[in-house]
């Protein structure tokens, strides 16, 4: 709307200007006016100023031309103003992998209401309700610095009236509703955070689960419930130019006539397996059922890149980058102590983005650096696309990349230092050892006054035996 006004702005001044270019043109060429004392003599001059178009008839042609084409701008919008809350809070199905970032966004609330709280219940109808909120609304989560062992209370952040929770875990599940400080409730979600039981490679990818479908199930009338895996599609190739890798998600679900009819679904008899919808006799609360993820190879061409400018390579080659592929890209330092947990994020990444890291020309792919894949592997890249290193050494310094949707979108250049004095926490090995030396000497110091003060005490009783005598 904003470049529909300006254009007609534009076609505004261009009438005016057409306007008085055409009075300037006919009073210089000799145009029929009263007072104008130069005027042309010549019949055929008479006749072509008499089929020139005068300036105000051109103008009154294109005004109603204008005016008929222009729109006055539209208010954008409001999503709270045109979708009311419902009568009876009822929850959405929400179903996600682990250690993703999940946002809720609170779809519906009144006009006059400035911020919103989030509540969340393990389960409905408890006494044990957790408040989340930031009062202000401005409080900031670097997910980079956020470790899936930490409280739920350090891992979330409203913005926009939506709740991010970074690195969700299983534990996360539950009910969350968007309300006030006050207690009322404007809308809620069931949410299911899911942990990937499997991890499948096509080395190990069984025929049997190729292409399942829950279209193609049939329900059977003996059973009460039937669990399946519902895959969503393939994702993008997340590298271009050299080999890559897809991923797929596969959810548990559970399809059933006798689910809570308060939780909201998109197919009436289906929802998550973790969801609160289904009845606790199914015993699906405590089954192995979960996330499966599948991994496969791929290749993707990049688009061609425009030629680059003369001065500025002279430019770049003069600041150092031998690399074509780094120019452009921006570029993230971070020094960190060795020795110490460390979780690497790829800047701008979002959830349902395809993530690949490469440590400088090495790709390293989820079939060697997935986790789980090797459980005893140092460097692991988790479902949620964090490069973890458990712990940081000298030698992960240097330069690394990673790629959103197939394209190279961030460089972060890693520095790995000794930190000298640290201080150690009483549960390292170390402090354990220098705190059971420390206590053996301690132990056998005293043990040598001991036998000093004893020795002295039998001389001294020997001598007041000798003097009696």
């Given at each position: 709307?904003f470049?529909?006004s300006?254009?007609?702005d534009?076609f505004?001044?261009l009438v005016m ?14 145009s029929?006016?009263p007072?104008?004392p130069?005027?042309s003599k010549?019949p055929s ?10 300036p105000?008839v ?9 005016l008929?084409?222009?729109q006055?701008?539209?208010d ?17 199905n ?11 966004p ?6 006059d209401?400035?911020s ?5 219940q393990k389960?409905?109808?408890?006494h044990n309700?957790k408040v989340?909120?930031?009062f202000?609304?401005t ?10 062992e930490?409280?739920?209370?350090e ?12 690195r ?27 942990v990937a ?11 049997r689960r190729?292409?399942?479908?829950k279209?193609?199930l049939?329900s059977?009338p003996?059973?009460l ?13 997340d590298r ?5 890798e897809q ?6 679900y ?7 009819v308060?939780y ?9 397996c973790?969801?609160s919808?289904?009845?606790r006799?199914?015993g699906?609360?405590?089954?192995d059922?979960g996330?499966?993820?599948s991994?496969?190879?791929?290749e993707s ?9 003369p001065?500025r ?13 780094s120019?452009?890209?921006p570029v993230?330092?971070?020094?960190h ?8 994020s ?20 989820r079939?060697q ?6 459980t005893?592997s140092?460097?692991f890249?988790?479902?949620?696309h ?6 940081v ?19 972060i ?10 201080q150690?926490?009483i549960?390292?090995?170390e402090?354990l050892f ?8 301690y132990?056998?110091l005293t043990?040598v006054?001991?036998l000093i003060l ?7 009783l020997?001598a007041?035996r000798?003097a009696?005598?």
């Open positions: 709307m470049l529909y300006r254009f007609h534009f505004f001044g200007i057409l306007y008085f270019v055409l009075v300037r043109h006919r009073h210089h060429h000799g029929v006016t007072n104008n130069f005027k010549h001059s008479s006749r072509r100023s008499d089929r020139t178009m005068s105000e051109f103008f009154l042609t294109l005004c109603p031309l204008f008929s084409a222009y006055a701008p539209e954008k919008e409001d999503i709270f103003t045109t979708r009311s809350c419902p009568a009876f809070l009822v929850f959405d929400a179903a996600y992998v682990s250690d993703m970032t999940v946002e809720l609170c779809h519906c609330k009144p006009a209401a400035l919103v709280v989030w509540y969340y389960h409905l109808g408890t309700t989340l909120t930031d202000s609304g409080a900031i989560t670097d997910s980079s610095k956020v470790e899936r930490v409280n739920l209370r891992r979330f952040s409203i913005r926009l009236f939506s709740l991010l929770i970074f969700a875990q299983q534990g996360d599940s539950g009910h969350y509703v968007c309300g006030t400080a006050s207690g009322e409730f404007f809308y809620g979600y069931d949410v299911d955070v899911q039981r499997d991890v499948l490679f096509p080395w190990n990818l069984d025929e190729a292409e399942p479908n279209q193609e049939k059977d003996s059973e419930f039937r669990v399946f895996t519902s895959y969503r599609p393939w994702s993008v190739c271009c130019d050299v080999q890559g991923v797929r998600v596969g959810l548990c559970v399809m059933s006539e006798y689910l809570h308060r909201l679904r998109e197919i009436r008899n289906v929802t998550s973790g969801s919808a289904v009845p006799r199914f699906l609360s405590g089954a059922y996330a499966e993820l991994v496969r190879s791929c061409f990049c688009p061609p890149k425009p030629p680059l400018n001065q390579q002279a430019l770049l080659e003069f600041l150092g980058y031998d690399s074509r592929a120019p452009g890209l993230y330092y971070h020094n102590p060795t020795n110490t947990d460390l979780v690497l790829c800047p701008k990444a979002r959830p349902q983005h395809a993530v690949a890291w490469d440590k400088g020309s090495t790709p390293l792919y079939s650096y997935m986790e789980g894949v090797d005893d140092r460097v890249i988790d479902l949620g964090h490069l973890h290193f458990r712990p050494r000298m030698e992960d310094k240097g330069t690394y990349y990673c790629w959103i949707q197939g394209r190279k979108a961030a460089e250049r890693l520095g790995v230092y000794t930190r000298l004095g640290r150690r926490s549960s390292d090995s402090a220098g705190l059971g030396v420390i206590l053996l000497c132990a056998g043990a006054f001991l004893s020795g002295r005490f039998v001389c001294d020997i007041e000798r009696s005598r």
